[in-house]
């Protein structure tokens, strides 16, 4: 209330005034700060109202708005994972049904009328699969890894291929954990490509321009650029710094400058006139006679090691270092590739699926560089992508069509640049373990003679090569021979070699002869090649004891060339893409060709594609329930920072009524008082 304070007895009517007015101020400030809680329903609403809880409030307010906004993301990966987990379960519906067709068409109660009827089912199923691949929800294709707004399957060459990129998209979670809210290539639909790896190493030759960044080094470990120091004839060390070389002729040119500078120094003379050059894959000193020259490593360093420098004494008779191992780039000249045969010819791509195929010749005459080969094959061959494998030494062929079979051919007649480039898909050193889509080559091996209990080799043989005249001999594939395709080859024509100077199999026909047979490779189509030279009928191929040798490499379906006098087996080492469209294909292909042992592989294949999608299932419901955690947490977490903040800044309504109630009282008070005291006069105090 407005008073005179007690100590003034008298005071001037001005300074009265002040005191009221000032009261009355104080007054009404109280009340505008009551109003404002009362109608804002907070007690703080600026910094200035109380520091401490406006800084409290400011941070709770920031954690709620993350919060609120995760609580989103939650919500939309819950919605996400329901639909994953939906079209995951179409999918496993589909593969059922497709394994359930597969099985009922392996027994003999099948025929050729009711597979191609059931055919035609599992083509609906393909385009049932399409349409699940393409599925999308909130305008995010589901299987469409880091780039969800475009559909990630796409048909071409009679199959499909995955164009997504990157492993998916993730909500999140907070700073420790994300979950996925789409998926990317090799999901449960399988393998989005297959590689051919490449068998040769190309082996490139160093040139001035080649970049340290390109070589794997002596200790194949790269290049480490620093400090490196040479002695001449054992005498004190010379540093050289390597520290901020880019290329060979970096190095060259600063080794050769600090040793002459050495010569110019001491008076003497340390290299010839070819000085410090590059020879194939190394550095090549040309020390004069007489003369040895050493570098090693200061300290810790490592440069001289990587360069192949350390730990040979160079002289006239040891001129050259260690092979750096240079890696292929795109830059790599084409002449600087070793087992080459230049210009390069055409390369084969054929795409097979049943009983036809489409082929792609690449003339690779004009190629310069490496990154030239890649572009005319990519370029030429859609669906097939080509690239420097991840230790530089090689090139590698992706088939990203699913479906289709991949093989990679000489053109016939022509060079054998696909041998040369370590890129044909069917050569020497092919591992017989790719044969058949990974599943390798089945033999029978170490039957034992009920009779005599020992191992014995009638029981043991896998097939018979029946030559044009009559004569056959035997082929008993051990576990040696089917490593690679060269091993088989040698095993068949030592067989038939074995086979001349033992009694003939066929009394009736002509003995074997040399020459009359040979196993090998074509200039060609893939597969493996049975010549003969004798006159007759085509050769022919039947399994012997059961074995599955004959039809896993092919003999079984191969082709007779007559004009060559030669079976070609039927290519088996193709490059496939593993995944559930590729199954699918296969199935609806082996029933149209009343194939009984395909329908059995596409049945076999089914059943690991159905354990993919439980994985994936297993996988998705880990992720949602995880997501269901964390929301309640999330709620849970919201709902205490929002006591807290409450407590902060809303406004109490009981308390603040009472302050509002008696400040309007003690404005009363202030305003009845103030008009008394304003009304008294000297007599009033004389009295």
Do not use: C
Request: no cysteine; charged share 20%; glycine share 10%.
């Amino acid at each position: 209330m407005s008073s005179i304070p007690s100590n003034l007895s008298r005071v001037p009517n001005l300074m009265s005034s002040r005191f009221l007015l000032n009261s009355l101020n104080r007054t009404n400030l109280d009340l505008l700060r009551v109003q404002t809680e009362l109608a804002s329903n907070k007690s703080v609403t600026r910094f200035s109202d109380n520091g401490v809880a406006a800084s409290a409030i400011s941070i709770l307010q920031d954690r709620l708005e993350r919060g609120s906004q995760r609580l989103q993301n939650l919500s939309a990966a819950q919605g996400t994972l329901n639909y994953l987990d939906s079209t995951l379960g179409d999918a496993t519906t589909l593969v059922q049904e497709a394994k359930s067709i597969a099985s009922d068409q392996i027994g003999i109660t099948s025929d050729a009328a009711t597979r191609a009827n059931q055919a035609t089912v599992i083509d609906g199923m393909i385009r049932s699969l399409f349409q699940l691949a393409n599925r999308q929800t909130n305008g995010l294709f589901i299987f469409g890894g880091s780039t969800p707004t475009r559909a990630p399957i796409e048909e071409l060459r009679g199959g499909f291929r995955y164009v997504g990129q990157g492993s998916g998209l993730v909500t999140d979670l907070g700073t420790w954990d994300s979950i996925p809210i789409t998926l990317g290539g090799n999901n449960a639909i399988g393998e989005t490509s297959g590689r051919l790896r490449s068998t040769i190493d190309l082996d490139p030759a160093i040139s001035a321009g080649t970049r340290l960044s390109d070589l794997n080094g002596a200790r194949a470990l790269g290049i480490t650029r620093g400090e490196i120091a040479f002695r001449v004839n054992g005498g004190a060390e010379v540093r050289v710094d390597l520290s901020s070389v880019d290329t060979v002729a970096d190095v060259v040119n600063a080794l050769q400058s600090a040793i002459q500078a050495y010569e110019a120094q001491q008076g003497t003379t340390v290299l010839g006139p070819a000085g410090v050059a590059v020879s194939a894959n190394s550095l090549r000193f040309d020390v004069a006679a007489g003369v040895t020259l050493e570098f090693v490593d200061p300290g810790t360093g490592i440069t001289a090691a990587d360069l192949g420098l350390s730990g040979i004494v160079f002289d006239d008779s040891t001129p050259d270092g260690t092979d750096l191992d240079p890696r292929i780039s795109v830059l790599t000249p084409v002449s600087a590739l070793s087992g080459l045969t230049l210009p390069l010819g055409s390369v084969r791509f054929r795409f097979g699926q049943g009983t036809g195929s489409q082929i792609s010749d690449v003339d690779l005459s004009s190629a310069q560089t490496v990154g030239d080969i890649i572009s005319a094959v990519q370029a030429a061959v859609p669906g097939v992508r080509m690239a420097i494998s991840s230790n530089g030494r090689g090139l590698d062929i992706f088939n990203e069509v699913s479906g289709p079979s991949l093989s990679i051919e000489e053109v016939p007649g022509g060079a054998n640049t696909a041998t040369e480039l370590g890129i044909r898909s069917l050569n020497a050193q092919t591992s017989l373990s790719e044969f058949n889509n990974g599943r390798g080559i089945r033999i029978v091996t170490d039957r034992i003679n009920p009779q005599t209990g020992i191992a014995d080799r009638t029981y043991n043989t896998d097939f018979r090569i029946t030559l044009g005249n009559g004569q056959f001999f035997d082929v008993d594939l051990r576990p040696q021979d089917t490593i690679t395709v060269q091993a088989l080859i040698d095993r068949i024509n030592s067989e038939f070699v074995t086979a001349i100077g033992q009694p003939p199999l066929n009394p009736d026909a002509p003995p074997l002869a040399p020459g009359d047979f040979s196993a090998g490779l074509t200039n060609g189509a893939n597969g493996i090649a049975l010549t003969q030279t004798v006159s007759g009928g085509p050769i022919a191929v039947e399994k012997l004891n059961n074995s599955a040798a004959a039809e896993d490499l092919g003999f079984l379906n191969g082709s007779y060339d007559s004009a060559t006098s030669t079976l070609i087996a039927q290519d088996r080492a193709q490059v496939r893409v593993n995944n559930l469209f590729t199954t699918l294909i296969e199935l609806r292909d082996a029933l149209r060709a009343n194939n009984s042992s395909g329908i059995t592989v596409a049945g076999e294949d089914l059943e690991r594609a159905n354990d993919r999608l439980a994985q994936a299932r297993a996988l998705v419901g880990v992720h949602a329930n995880r997501v269901i955690r964390a929301v309640q947490r999330q709620e849970d977490l919201i709902t205490i920072d929002e006591q807290m903040r409450s407590s902060l800044q809303d406004v109490d309504y009981s308390e603040a009524s009472i302050r509002f109630s008696l400040l309007q009282t003690q404005l009363q008070a202030a305003l009845r008082s103030g008009a008394i005291s304003q009304n008294l006069t000297l007599l009033d105090f004389l009295r």
